[in-house]
């Protein structure tokens, strides 16, 4: 089992950045890749950004591409969302996700979820 809890949400202007971070706890020997969801109000969970364990592969959503960017300490056990140039549309809760399968993570079927932390950007 793996707990992954989420920090760094808050409110912020358009145009401001966030860091948002992904502890990992419990069976974290395992080489899980890692991502980031959002869920808007009244819209569907949708995928981010992903990176595999050992960083070596890279996976954006198209909307956040140049404005995004996904690392990772794996000796904090712990995995980061850069986030520039925040957009009203970024508003949003987002979790953290990880699993043994980036094809899975990708598609929204990761074994393990944080609960999330909320994001408003201000118009």
């Known amino acids: 089992q793996v707990q992954l809890v989420e920090s760094g949400g808050g409110l912020v202007q358009a145009g401001d950045s966030l860091r948002l971070s992904c502890v990992a706890s419990g069976r974290t020997s395992v080489a899980y890749s890692m991502g980031w969801f959002r869920q808007a109000p009244g819209k569907e969970r949708e995928f981010v950004a992903a990176q595999t364990w050992d960083s070596g592969v890279t996976h954006y959503a198209t909307s956040v591409k140049s404005r995004f960017t996904i690392s990772r300490n794996n000796a904090e056990n712990t995995v980061y969302l850069q986030m520039n140039n925040l957009k009203f549309e970024d508003t949003a809760v987002y979790y953290c996700?990880?699993?043994?399968?980036?094809?899975?993570?990708?598609?929204?079927?990761?074994?393990?979820w944080g609960h999330g932390t909320q994001v408003t950007v201000s118009s």
């Open positions: 996700a990880a699993d043994v399968v980036t094809q899975d993570l990708r598609a929204g079927r990761a074994d393990y």
